[in-house]
């Protein structure tokens, strides 16, 4: 017998949906009534402007992007609001540099708990970069130690020898005349160079190829795709991700457990002033709660910190690589258009360094102290961040919490993503005048305030690794640029600028503009050539 659902049930059940739905809105929409923002409509809030704003750009942009344009289009500043409900949660926007000190310096606020629920479906929980409370400062203070300078300095050694390995890659690549990514290539190195200072023991990905590096890759492109509003792409990565999470997983976790069996077995306290590597620190605690038990007597090792190992392990490869290798395609493709700082880059090289290749390599290996005297290649590396930051953290304030702007107390509690975008600040021409413009001697001496460079973040939850960052682009740009000359492939240059603030477009086309991922990666893989210099 055929049952029919009763139309006077379906009319009250459908009216109740479209009830809640109109009041929802209403209540949402409302909180922005008397807030700054862009204008806003009742019914889209600023979907609309969201949706014209992107489809000015190539597909795919990071919304540091998007949020730098409605600023710069409709003259917003400080501390405004974006509403992109029900798509994404809504937004607080800052954009000068004290508004985010406020988050970021003078009062810690915890990071956005959408971080965490990002980078758990595929990378696992309590990652360092947006773990909280006491899980961020036991990964904190585990970590710290083997990312201080004196520790970074000890390493100068394995990223000479890496990068040696790299500029054979670049003379068969020079001869043979062939366009490849050098995000694939770049990030082979990088993964080579943070291996050891993770794990102790070398990777080969640039000699052997790497099962680490190709199933961290699949995590990233899995990330990626996590990002995507298609249900069937998110769909795959569901079904996918668990085989691959399973094979990564017992991968790290054997290393991990033959780590401690050989500390135990060679009864190794691992330093916290000299360390071996930073799986060494954050196996410290375990090491010493062992007492004197070792091999069958030492504790069993918990599962929980053995997941929090496997998962921060996994994390700090994938943040690595991603900010040193992306900034390093950026740099070498505003070098390829800026033959004078490709000049002024090798004099200073000559200069510190010397000219003859094997006496450069000894100097880094023997002094890497001197590597704190390339200030104009230290300017480039910043000044190609300044132009392509890799992203942005979001942080979540508690109840009742205020943000002064002007003499006005602005909200910036209830869930609200606060959005530090310093993208925007780093665009705005009261902070560096043509914005737009390559000029590294922006930061010679005391040319730009601390705070307005914030590509690493501030405060104590900036950019953990940033140091090692930075001594690792300065390693490979002194033993790659002074030899070898890079150019983009296949550009194709806007004949007009597309963005309101920047004109990159029209010299490097669509590539200028970065896009969404884990991080704002370089487009298409940054394809390349490159010459030997004779």
Not at 98 to 127: C, P
Not at 334 to 357: C, I, T, W, Y
Not at 396 to 415: F, H, K, V, W
């Amino acid at each position: 017998m055929e049952i029919k659902f009763p139309s006077y049930f379906l009319i009250p059940l459908v009216g109740a949906v479209i009830l809640d739905f109109v009041y929802r809105l209403y209540r949402r929409r409302s909180r922005f009534r008397d807030l700054p923002k862009p204008p806003h409509s009742f019914l889209w809030g600023h979907l609309k402007i969201m949706g014209e704003v992107a489809s000015q750009y190539p597909p795919n942009c990071h919304p540091q992007l998007y949020i730098t344009t409605i600023a710069r289009k409709y003259d917003m500043k400080g501390v405004w609001y974006l509403d992109l409900w029900p798509i994404a949660d809504p937004q607080v926007i800052l954009t000068e540099p004290e508004v985010m000190d406020a988050v970021q310096v003078t009062r810690v606020y915890n990071q956005h708990r959408i971080s965490e629920d990002l980078l758990q479906k595929v990378v696992g929980k309590n990652v360092v970069a947006t773990a909280n409370g006491p899980v961020w400062k036991k990964l904190h203070n585990a970590m710290a130690p083997a990312l201080l300078p004196s520790h970074i300095r000890t390493l100068t050694g394995v990223m000479a020898d890496q990068t040696l390995i790299f500029r054979d890659t670049l003379r068969k690549l020079s001869s043979s005349g062939q366009v490849f990514s050098m995000e694939h290539e770049i990030s082979k190195l990088v993964f080579d160079i943070v291996g050891p200072l993770i794990f102790n023991f070398p990777l080969h990905a640039q000699t052997q190829g790497s099962p680490y590096l190709d199933d961290l890759r699949e995590i990233m492109a899995m990330l990626n795709d996590q990002l995507s509003m298609n249900p069937l792409t998110k769909l795959k990565v569901k079904m996918k991700k668990h085989a691959v999470q399973k094979r990564v997983d017992a991968s790290v976790s054997a290393k991990i457990r033959e780590r401690l069996a050989a500390l135990r077995s060679e009864s190794i306290v691992p330093s916290r002033k000299d360390p071996l590597s930073i799986l060494d620190l954050m196996l410290r605690e375990t090491v010493l709660q062992d007492g004197s038990g070792k091999g069958a007597k030492a504790r069993e090792f918990p599962e929980d910190e053995l997941e929090l190992l496997v998962t921060n392990v996994k994390g700090l490869l994938v943040g690595a690589m991603g900010t040193t290798a992306d900034t390093l395609c950026y740099v070498y493709m505003l070098l390829s258009k800026h033959p004078e700082a490709v000049q002024k880059m090798r004099q200073e090289f000559d200069n510190v360094f010397g000219k003859d290749l094997e006496t450069v390599v000894e100097n880094i290996k023997e002094h890497p102290i001197k590597l704190n005297e390339l200030e104009y290649t230290t300017g480039v590396i910043k000044e190609a961040m300044r132009l392509f930051p890799v992203g942005f953290g979001v942080k979540e304030a508690p109840q009742g919490s205020t943000l002064n702007y002007q003499g006005r107390e602005l909200p910036i509690d209830d869930s609200l993503v606060i959005v530090p975008c310093w993208h925007s600040m780093h665009f705005d021409p009261r902070y560096f005048p043509e914005p737009s413009a390559f000029r590294p001697e922006r930061f010679l001496g005391e040319g730009v305030p601390r705070g307005w460079f914030r590509s690493f973040s501030r405060g104590p939850r900036a950019c953990l690794g940033q140091d090692l960052a930075i001594e690792d682009m300065r390693v490979i740009l002194l033993l790659t640029v002074r030899d070898f000359d890079f150019e983009c492939a296949n550009l194709q240059p806007n004949p007009k600028p597309k963005a309101p603030f920047m004109d990159l477009d029209t010299i490097f086309g669509d590539i200028a503009f970065q896009e969404l991922a884990m991080e704002a990666k370089p487009r298409g893989g940054m394809m390349m050539t490159v010459n030997e210099k004779r």
